[in-house]
């Protein structure tokens, strides 16, 4: 069995957009990503290490643990051995209180990346290969958290692009959510249902070959 490590945020934790309910396992796209590939022949498991509000790498002035970087080695020691990480964050980057653009943000991955493949894992054990997922660009925000997001969808713009090229010097995979899906139109932010499920399909097959190699 192969172990994936999905390191995210509450685009992958699976909240529901417009409420604090979050979609059942089976309906957010690490859930979906699992039951497809194994429904394939592929046997994985996918763990979900998705945290609301997390940022690459810094701190939500009123929310304590939302720093990317900080214990993230010490997960992959704790998951290993991986496979392939999966690491998707950058919107909260853009969040109100952050002046940060998408150069920023790509740094950010950068220094995640960076952070895995220096983790103390134990000897012999592989390096998992890492797959960098751009978030959807932002939208409008609406609703309930529309201040908390007030302005991201100027300050993201070019973040696929940013980590694109961020990858390519770093040499390891990179994934645009963005051609799968939009963000939800309720609140311009997280994703939907149908979403979900349709980031999940876009992601097999470039897992499928990862994994193959």
């Not at 509450?10 to 859930?31: K, N, Y």
């Not at 051995?81 to 919107?91: E, F, H, I, K, N």
């Not at 109100?96 to 134990?122: T, Y």
Request: some cysteine; charged content about 15%.
């Amino acid at each position: 069995m192969k172990h994936l490590l999905v390191y995210a945020d509450s685009l992958s934790w699976g909240i529901v957009p417009g409420t604090r309910q979050r979609l059942p396992f089976d309906e957010r796209w690490p859930g979906l990503l699992e039951i497809t590939l194994n429904a394939a022949g592929q046997n994985v498991r996918v763990t979900e290490d998705c945290l609301n509000g997390r940022r690459t790498v810094w701190d939500d002035p009123f929310k304590p643990g939302r720093n990317g970087l900080t214990g993230l080695a010490q997960r992959i020691e704790a998951h290993s051995p991986l496979a392939l990480v999966l690491l998707m964050l950058g919107t909260n980057d853009f969040q109100s209180m952050h002046p940060h653009n998408a150069w920023h943000s790509a740094q950010g991955i950068a220094a995640l990346v960076r952070e895995i493949r220096s983790a103390p894992i134990e000897p012999g054990m592989p390096q998992p290969l890492i797959l960098v997922i751009a978030p959807p660009a932002l939208q409008t925000p609406k609703g309930p958290i529309a201040p908390k997001f007030a302005g991201g969808e100027h300050k993201c713009v070019g973040l696929a692009l940013a980590y694109q090229q961020i990858c390519q010097e770093l040499q390891c995979h990179f994934f645009d959510a963005g051609n799968a899906t939009p963000t939800s139109a309720v609140d311009g932010v997280h994703l939907d249902a149908p979403q979900h499920r349709t980031l999940a399909l876009a992601l097999v097959q470039k897992v499928t070959q990862l994994l193959s190699n």
